[in-house]
């Protein structure tokens, strides 16, 4: 079947301006996940999501981000006022419940954002 | 400041030589996963350890859950040029149900 797909998988920007990055899940996992990476780091957890509500937005670096996730699938991660320092690969990855135990996140290719 | 500790950073070995990846973590962990990222892929999963002191095989590879449940590694035998990549562990804490913090990764160079 089908993995979790990303669009768009790069997108370059200018300083200040507005992007949304989509992510669209497995079928019927209830659990989203929003990571950013940068070159030479791990995943940084962004925000999680349990059906259509944000669980943990906790790792949202300030107010210039935000995710929705209305109809308890696909995602979309919005960034405000783009800055260079949010150039990153972000990471989408969902999983079947979202539990504390066999929750192995499956991971979408990324979209690389450039903030020139 | 990084939640989950990872050494080393770099690795490169020769074909048939065997590797080691640490991850350490200044918190009780409830669980750990493994993940392998291959150069310019995402994430694949790997395996999760839940239990203190657990350790699970996969081929050639060990993985290994300390029994404070603070620690963790994994272990290849006999390198193959396939094992490369970026290994990472990420962590879960127990704040947040299923929100993992991942370490810096290994990055993992086999010579043929």
Request: charged content about 20%; hydrophobic content about 30%; overall charge positive.
């Amino acid at each position: 079947g089908a993995g979790v797909s990303q669009t768009p998988s790069n997108k370059v920007t200018e300083k200040g301006k507005y992007v949304e990055l989509r992510c669209d899940p497995i079928s019927g996992h209830t659990a989203l996940y929003w990571y950013r990476q940068s070159l030479g780091q791990g995943p940084e957890f962004l925000i999680y999501f349990q059906g259509t509500g944000a669980a943990d937005d906790s790792g949202l670096p300030n107010d210039r981000f935000f995710a929705v996730r209305p109809e308890g699938s696909v995602s979309t991660l919005k960034i405000q006022r783009t800055e260079r320092g949010d150039s990153a690969v972000y990471l989408c990855a969902s999983s079947v419940l979202g539990g504390r135990v066999n929750n192995e996140q499956f991971f979408g290719p990324g979209t690389r954002l450039t903030v020139l | 400041g990084q939640q989950v500790m990872q050494i080393p950073q770099y690795q490169h070995v020769q074909e048939g030589e065997d590797f080691t990846t640490y991850c350490n973590s200044s918190t009780t962990l409830s669980n750990i996963q493994w993940y392998k990222q291959r150069p310019g892929g995402h994430p694949v999963f790997l395996i999760q350890l839940v239990k203190s002191g657990e350790v699970k095989k996969q081929k050639r590879l060990t993985f290994q859950f300390g029994e404070a449940k603070k620690n963790s590694s994994l272990h290849i035998t006999a390198t193959q040029t396939t094992d490369v990549g970026t290994y990472f562990c990420a962590g879960d804490r127990g704040s947040t149900l299923g929100r993992l913090y991942f370490g810096r990764g290994t990055q993992l160079t086999v010579w043929p």
